[in-house]
């Protein structure tokens, strides 16, 4: 599962009312439109990681490995693709296990009732079984759809707002600064 934040924008309203008295040429405004795209989608990314690593408590810095940032300035559009597969819990740190402990470590993370073992493939998981007998095992996950969706709907509605206010610098400063001859 993979959540894409596509924030739509009725930029067509947005330039009718920005244009009104405006002198600057076509190929300014064109510039200044992308300059607020690019710095609306870095606002974005950075907004996303936020929140992600404060819901799930998971570092920004994993949350940065698996996180894809796009813009198609001949669209005009720019989004931000986060994916919410549940996360093998292995790989949010080094996994820490005796036989004596109680569960598994991770990181800060600990499972009770859980082991650590290596597979024939060599990598190693968090394990815990699901009966008191030696099979079957099932490795461990840790879900992050639920608590990352509502903060992603927040987002949403700040990204309207702001991509406003980007539009109307960029374009005050291609008509004061770029303007000038």
């Excluded at 799930?56 to 813009?71: A, C, E, F, H, P």
């Excluded at 702001?162 to 770029?178: D, G, H, P, S």
Aim: no cysteine.
């Amino acid at each position: 599962m993979a959540l894409t934040l596509a924030v739509q924008i009725e930029t067509d309203v947005i330039l009718q009312e920005m244009m009104e008295g405006v002198t600057a040429t076509p190929a300014k405004l064109q510039k200044a439109y992308k300059r607020a795209i690019r710095k609306m989608v870095r606002w974005l990314q950075r907004q996303v990681l936020q929140a992600a690593s404060q819901a799930t408590t998971i570092g920004q810095k994993w949350w940065r490995d698996n996180l894809r940032v796009y813009v198609h300035f001949g669209k005009a559009t720019g989004g931000v693709w986060i994916g919410l597969n549940p996360i093998r819990v292995s790989r949010l740190g080094r996994v820490h296990w005796t036989r004596r402990m109680a569960g598994a470590r991770v990181g800060r993370r600990s499972y009770p009732g859980t082991f650590a073992a290596k597979t024939r493939t060599g990598h190693l998981g968090v394990w815990q079984r699901r009966s008191a007998s030696r099979l079957p095992i099932d490795e461990q996950y840790e879900a992050v759809y639920p608590p990352i969706l509502a903060r992603m709907e927040r987002i949403e509605d700040e990204a309207q707002v702001r991509f406003e206010r980007l539009l109307r610098q960029e374009i005050q400063y291609a008509l004061a600064i770029e303007g000038k001859p």
